[in-house]
């Protein structure tokens, strides 16, 4: 175990922060929390997370469509926290710490609401092994590095095309090509990465042209990222029909 985890004090159960007082089955006892719950290899297990967060409402509350909420957007939750565990692991050693806590791959995009009961009824897990960080790092850090590149390569487009510098579609594949054997690079290392921890089908792509950077891209960020935008599993299904 590095560092401490303080326990906070319960929030304050009126929060917008957090679902209603109403559909709460419990409130956080000081000193008797629960843990976040972990998969096999010690990483926080996301649909064991949301599975809990259900547990500790009544059945029909919904979260995405609370009527309390100003702002729909959800909040970037990163699921193996806390950040300063990760800082201290990287000074003892610990290279690419930071780099996983970081990971798309080890967040979610919850609601407010969710965001809040987290943070206000569960215990931080402990971090994994590094060999476990290591082990996801070595394919999902060249899997972001793909995605951000093309990414990258788009914002850069959009803003020369926006200043008048020429055409769009024409400054993005330029960019592209510029990074073309770069994305090669990553590629071959997410190959090579673990294979326990592989989310993508490599037997599909080649890398011929800046037409299959993009198709990478997009089939990385449908599996690669697939359990970080869940503020939709949040709906609960008796929820549906009232937010129709």
């Known amino acids: 175990m590095v560092g401490e985890w303080i326990e906070p004090l ?7 922060d957090l679902p209603p007082r109403e559909v709460r089955k419990k409130l956080p006892v000081f000193g008797k929390r629960e843990k976040t719950p972990v998969d096999s290899n010690g990483l926080v297990d996301h649909d064991g997370l949301v599975t809990v967060l259900f547990s500790n409402v009544e059945d029909g509350y919904n979260y995405a469509y609370d009527p309390r909420l100003k702002f729909k957007r959800g909040k970037n939750h990163h ?6 565990w990760y800082e201290q692991l990287e000074a003892m050693g610990w290279v690419g710490a930071i780099a996983f806590y970081d990971l798309n791959y080890r967040q979610l995009d919850l609601p407010p609401p969710a965001h809040g009961q987290v ?11 590094y060999e476990v960080i290591d082990a996801v790092n070595s394919v999902h850090v060249p899997l972001e590095k793909m995605h951000q590149l093309v990414f990258g390569s788009k914002m850069a487009a959009a803003k020369a095309s926006e ?6 579609e024409q400054m993005y594949h330029e960019h ?3 990074h073309m054997h770069e994305f090669g690079g990553w590629l071959e290392a997410a190959m090579r990465g673990a294979p326990e921890f592989q989310v993508v089908d490599y037997s599909q792509f080649s890398l011929n042209s800046t037409a299959d950077m993009i198709a990478i891209k997009r089939h990385v960020a449908a ?12 709906i609960q299904p008796e929820s549906e029909t009232q937010a129709a």
Do not use: Y
Request: overall charge negative; glycine content about 4%.
């Open 119 to 129: 943070h206000d009824e569960l215990i931080p897990a402990d971090p994994p092994k």
């Open 163 to 168: 200043r008048g510098e020429g055409d769009f």
């Open 176 to 178: 592209l090509n510029s």
């Open 223 to 234: 599996h690669a990222f697939a359990q970080r935008p869940i503020s939709h599993v949040l």
């Open 10 to 16: 319960p929030s304050n159960p009126l929060s917008a």
């Open 79 to 84: 699921t193996e926290t806390l950040r300063r």
